[in-house]
């Protein structure tokens, strides 16, 4: 053994040492012993910590008696679960993705575009069932832990051996690959428990079998078979159902089974929004609105574009540039751009030929001195409405000259907006219909037109364009301003 070799090896032991009293505990849920470098008061403070940065970072919907309701389910399942003394919050956060997700501790969190696309209580209790067992069974606790010891050891190994270093890339894939494994054997687990704590709170166990269902036709519909984000690390939704249908046929009839408790939940739904809200933004195009800030802006030509809630992004088709825009923290377009250059290996090479806006406006080329990722773009900062935004257009340097006119007139769109049409524009909302006679659901939008699609009507109510509806059903529709229609 070499002394660089002998060197790892003694670290490691020490290493391994030092975390042995806290390297382990017992799982809640299995009974075994768990890698977990996490005590239950650092889980829950983690939680806290990350539920500031949801609320910040992606807002909760402000819809006080629809928070509550979803608090309500959701405490009544994790009652029944391994670790009631947690301090289980759920939320229901304004984003329209079909999405739910948990932190440490007892942070869970439905998306308000999942919550349009459930049809009953019981679907919503099967998600947030799914959720409560990552919780119980910590398997966020024991991913970080597992990561925190592979960043560890990687470390060490770097410190110790320099001829480490050159494989650091390939030992965070081969952490990714190995961890996948894991990832996919809990979400299983969490399936069975949330499966569990559903039929122990009296849902009818199918409902999981239906939300399975029902994302799986959301996944199929979804732009280049994107996955909705509740299942991009999941195993497929349909094998996922097969399996809750042969776990849930051997469990006992529910007390209170039949119910699905579809009208009480119905009503909650009534009103909620659907789809991105336009106040915040809107692609017609290539040009980008904004009537809540008053702004708009055109996009290269061919360029996809995102809209998030700190920023707007815009990808080259090539996918080799970005154009960002967002809002600097800064008063004053100076103060901004001072800001900016003061980040560190980030230089001016020069001013930048463009003045966007009609206020006070400057721009800039740069450059980001990295040994591994060198990047080139150019920066403008300007004033409107009272705010400073950012508009950052970047690539490699290679490529700047031939990206450079593009970004320069898309920095030059940025103006006004002026058209008054889109200064009140309205979000689209679910609207409940109790239909009045027997008639298909194709028939039904005829009769009570959507902004939406037949195919996206179909999708939310879980039906086809022929299922059949009965006098007084209450089904959805969807009104409001689509952008992608008017």
Partial sequence: ?????????????????????????????????????????????????????????????????????????????????????LPWTFRVVDDASVNAFALPGGFIYLTRGILTHFNSEAEMAAVLGHEIGHVTARHQVNQMSKAQLTQVGLTLGMILSPEARQYGDLANLAGGLLFLKFGRDDERQADDLGLRYLHDSQYPAEAMG?????????????????????????????????????????????????????????????????????????????????????????????????NQKQAVVWQSPREDALLVLSLSQERTVRQAARAFFNQQGVRSVGNFPVQPGSGNSLASTFYVASQQNPLQGAVAFTEHGGRVFQLLGF?????????????????????????????????????????????TLAEFDRRYPSSISLEDVALINNMTPSTQLRTGQEVKRVRGFNPERE
């Avoid at 470098?37 to 807002?59: D, F, K, T």
């Avoid at 809750?244 to 006992?252: I, N």
């Fill in 210 to 306: 239906e939300v399975f269902g029902l994302l799986a036709r959301v996944s199929a519909k979804s732009e280049q078979g994107r996955l909705p984000g509740f299942l991009t690390t999941h195993p497929y939704p349909e094998e996922r159902r097969e399996r809750m249908e042969t776990q849930y046929a051997g469990l006992p009839d529910s007390v209170a089974s039949p119910s699905w408790q579809r009208q009480p939940y119905l009503q909650q739904l009534d009103g909620v929004v659907f789809g991105p809200d336009p106040r915040e933004g809107f692609f017609r195009g290539s040009r980008f609105y904004h009537p809540g800030l008053r702004f708009q802006l055109d996009a290269p030509e061919g360029w996809k574009g995102v």
């Fill in 395 to 439: 690539t490699r340097p290679n490529d700047w000259r031939s990206y450079a006119d593009d970004v320069g007139r898309s920095m030059q769109s940025f103006r006004a907006l002026t058209e008054r049409r889109y200064f009140d524009v309205e979000p689209m909302r679910v609207d409940m219909v109790r239909v009045g006679s027997a008639m």
């Fill in 1 to 85: 053994m070499n002394r660089t070799q002998h060197l790892t090896a003694t670290a490691a032991v020490i290493l391994a040492a030092a975390l042995g009293p806290w390297a382990c505990s017992t799982n809640p849920v299995t009974g075994k012993q768990q890698l977990n470098l996490y005590s239950q008061e650092q889980e829950i403070a983690l939680g806290r910590q990350y539920h500031e940065q949801v609320v910040q970072q992606i807002g909760l919907y402000p819809d006080e008696e629809l928070q509550r309701y979803v608090q309500r389910v959701g405490a009544r399942l994790a009652a029944g679960g391994e670790r009631p003394e």
